[in-house]
């Protein structure tokens, strides 16, 4: 039996909503509150012992950690555009130790290793908050843990059978954060931090500088030439760059090696921040240990609190548009604004009057084991790794290594699990591609409205170890 979910009882007044959304402005509240620098483009030819392609974590941490391994390897990295502009500008700043976007999802997947994925995690994100204090990173790093919150009866079911954190009943999880729908919650305190995504990308970008790599923004790649045994070319419009190994950090983007095409698509995620809040309204929603927050439906929603008390408020819809593309004019889908501006209002009625000053969004690399994958090619002069499904802000430290590793022909723990070696299973190419996955978000909305209770093309995807998630 179906049944409406609480932000369809308590949905605000339109007016209330309008009113909220009146002043924002289509722009990345991360990239405005940060000092960027600036890196010349690519001109002429360049020759390195190491070319990285992507401006955003994934590759500003390949570059930071090959430095740190060898201070004298010469490393150039290309950016398209200018550094952590794409998904590392964008997200939420959640920084989690999972490498397999949750246990469940790890448990299921990698039975055997998981425990060794799960250590593997907790150590990547220990570094990663090291690495940030040592390079002197100001990234606003808060190791505040974060909160799971249910909103109905079955989420309460689900947070019951958990062994995970700290038990919150009702009136327990409305003192850590006042939520009048709040029905219980799981503070998980261990195996997340906070960030703030902008100055984290930019922080690494300089650090990098300073430990001599050559940075070239507005710097988009247009190809890669090798011969069996020769070195590598990375092609620009501008310029080349001849080197003896090759690292793709390109994330969302079409990729440069044709094998991974159909192994990712690009889902974007939408995104609003408010205006700082005031005393009085932080005093009306508690909050004081400013946790990250996320809910347990399958479309779920995930907020935080900003250094000067702004709510970030984010996902729930999660739109793909036919043929895998990336294009400026999807990121503002007023619906999608409307939606979640009238779901934080359902969250926190006390706040009515709040107005936003930012939406935004950006597109996130999903595969379909909702994690990311590694691979090598070119002889095992070219490492890539991508797919990391709204969950690289720390994965893509572990993937930094991962493809270190495997350049120079290491074998370690790393290289040899099964989640490395392996490849997701690839989504299919169109029209295959787009009505699979719109089936599928319509399953996942009619699960929330039937108790969390998952249909037969649900278990089917479960059961072949596909999935696509909001």
Not at 66 to 80: D, I, M
Not at 345 to 355: A, D, K, V
Not at 400 to 419: C, Y
Request: net charge neutral.
């Amino acid at each position: 039996m179906s049944h409406t979910t609480i932000f369809e009882r308590n949905r605000p007044a339109a007016a209330t909503v309008t009113q909220a959304l009146a002043g924002s402005q289509h722009n990345v509240f991360w990239l405005d509150d940060v000092n960027r620098p600036t890196f010349a483009a690519l001109a002429g030819e360049a020759r390195a012992d190491l070319t990285v392609v992507g401006g955003g974590y994934a590759g500003l941490w390949t570059a930071v950690l090959a430095k740190r391994r060898n201070p004298g390897a010469r490393v150039v990295l290309l950016e398209a555009q200018t550094i952590g502009w794409a998904a590392s500008g964008r997200n939420g700043g959640f920084v989690e130790a999972s490498l397999t976007h949750g246990e469940e999802n790890g448990r299921r997947r990698w039975p055997e290793e998981y425990d060794t994925l799960e250590r593997l995690g907790a150590e990547n994100l220990e570094a990663l908050e090291r690495d940030v204090r040592d390079l002197g990173i100001d990234a606003e790093l808060e190791r505040t843990g974060v909160l799971e919150v249910a909103y109905e009866p079955h989420q309460v079911q689900w947070l019951e059978e958990s062994d995970s954190g700290v038990w919150l009943d009702e009136a327990a999880v409305r003192q850590e954060i006042n939520s009048p729908v709040f029905r219980a919650g799981r503070w998980l305190k261990d195996d997340t931090a906070l960030v703030h995504p902008g100055k984290l990308a930019t922080g690494l970008a300089r650090a990098a500088a300073e430990l001599g790599v050559e940075i070239h923004e507005n710097s988009a790649v247009s190809g890669i030439e090798s011969t069996r045994r020769g070195p590598v070319r990375v092609r620009t419009t501008q310029g080349s760059v001849v080197s003896d190994q090759v690292a793709l950090a390109t994330n969302v983007f079409r990729p440069l090696l044709r094998r991974s095409r159909l192994l990712t698509v690009p889902v974007y995620d939408y995104v609003l921040m408010t205006e700082p809040l005031t005393p009085e309204q932080k005093s009306m929603i508690g909050w004081d240990n400013r946790q990250g927050l996320a809910d347990l439906a399958n479309q779920f929603h995930y907020s935080r609190l900003t250094q000067d008390d702004r709510i970030l408020y984010g996902g729930y819809d999660a739109i793909y548009h036919a043929g895998r593309k990336v294009r400026a004019e999807y990121e503002d889908r007023p619906e999608s604004f409307r939606t979640l501006a009238s779901h934080l209002l359902t969250t926190f009625p006390q706040l009515e009057g709040i107005r936003f000053s930012h939406r935004w969004a950006g597109a996130i690399d999903t595969s379909t084991r909702f994690c990311a994958f590694h691979g090598l090619a070119r002889q095992g002069r070219v490492a890539y790794a991508s797919g990391f499904t709204g969950l690289g802000v720390g994965a893509t430290r572990f993937a930094a290594e991962v493809m270190l590793d495997r350049l120079a022909g290491q074998t370690t723990q790393r290289t040899q699990l099964e989640m490395v070696r392996r490849k997701p299973l690839p989504f299919p190419p169109e029209p295959f591609a787009k009505l699979g996955i719109e089936a599928t978000k319509w399953s996942l909305d009619r699960a929330d409205h039937r108790e969390g209770r998952r249909n037969l093309m649900l278990r089917t995807l479960d059961r072949l170890g596909l999935g696509f998630d909001s």
